[in-house]
T-cell receptor, first 114, second 111 residues
Framework: ETGVTQTPRHLVMGMTNKKSLKCEQH?????MYWYKQSAKKPLELMFV???????ENNSVPSRFSPECPNSSHLFLHLHTLQPEDSALYLC?????????????FGQGTRLTVV | AQRVTQPEKLLSVFKGAPVELKCNYS??????LFWYVQYSRQRLQLLLR??SRESIKGFTADLNKGETSFHLKKPFAQEEDSAMYYC?????????????FGTGTKLQVIP
């Protein structure tokens, strides 16, 4: 699949579990993002990686831990989550250079914390 | 800091009626603005961008710097336009690009 791919599509985890979300892009982009989409706050930026370096962390709790091993892959490691963390987690990528470069989104991982 | 405001959470219109989804922004630099759309059970995708000055699926949006607005318009709504619409602003800060989204407006086209 071209574009931005997220796995798994659905995840149910207990509050004591540790799991990871994966995002992969084959668009040659050099910036990647994690967003949280829920009913209360539709699109909430969590993390930004530019050239594999974390450049923004929007006051996200430490139970969410991002990792960007290279420009094509982005992970979100999850541990000891709370039920209120249940949401759709979206990954996006873009080019940092130039103007008019939009972000491309994955289909998201629907996370349910029980 | 940049901000994008979409004042309407829900907009309901009848099929064939004109549509205007409002978006206002706050940014000290020169903005780049986009509209994204999310259809039911589909990924968020780009609808149009202001620098292209294009019309996509009958939608247009004009950047008004005086009013700091980027409203999305369509003269005749179709049922397939029902979706969630997000206005987004790209700002360049510290050498990287940051996308800020509005809270979104759900468009409901009534047959």
């Amino acid at each position: 699949e071209t574009g931005v791919t997220q796995t798994p599509r659905h995840l149910v985890m207990g509050m004591t579990n540790k799991k990871s979300l994966k995002c992969e892009q084959h668009l040659g982009h050099n910036a990647m993002y994690w967003y949280k989409q829920s009913a209360k706050k539709p699109l909430e930026l969590m993390f930004v990686y530019s050239l594999e370096e974390r450049v923004e962390n929007n006051s996200v709790p430490s139970r969410f831990s991002p990792e960007c091993p290279n420009s094509s892959h982005l992970f979100l490691h999850l541990h000891t989550l709370q039920p209120e963390d249940s949401a759709l987690y979206l990954c996006a990528s873009s080019r940092q250079e130039g103007s008019g470069t939009e972000a491309f989104f994955g289909q998201g991982t629907r996370l349910t914390v029980v | 800091a940049q901000r994008v405001t979409q004042p309407e959470k829900l907009l309901s219109v009848f099929k064939g009626a004109p549509v205007e989804l409002k978006c206002n922004y706050s940014y000290s630099g020169s903005p780049e603005l986009f509209w994204y759309v999310q259809y039911s059970r589909q990924r968020l995708q780009l609808l149009l961008r202001h620098i292209s000055r294009e019309s996509i699926k009958g939608f247009t949006a004009d950047l008004n710097k005086g009013e700091t607005s980027f409203h999305l318009k369509k003269p005749f709504a179709q049922e397939e336009d029902s979706a969630m619409y997000y206005c987004a602003l790209i700002a360049y800060s510290g050498g990287y690009q940051k996308v800020t989204f509005g809270t979104g407006t759900k468009l409901q086209v009534i047959p």
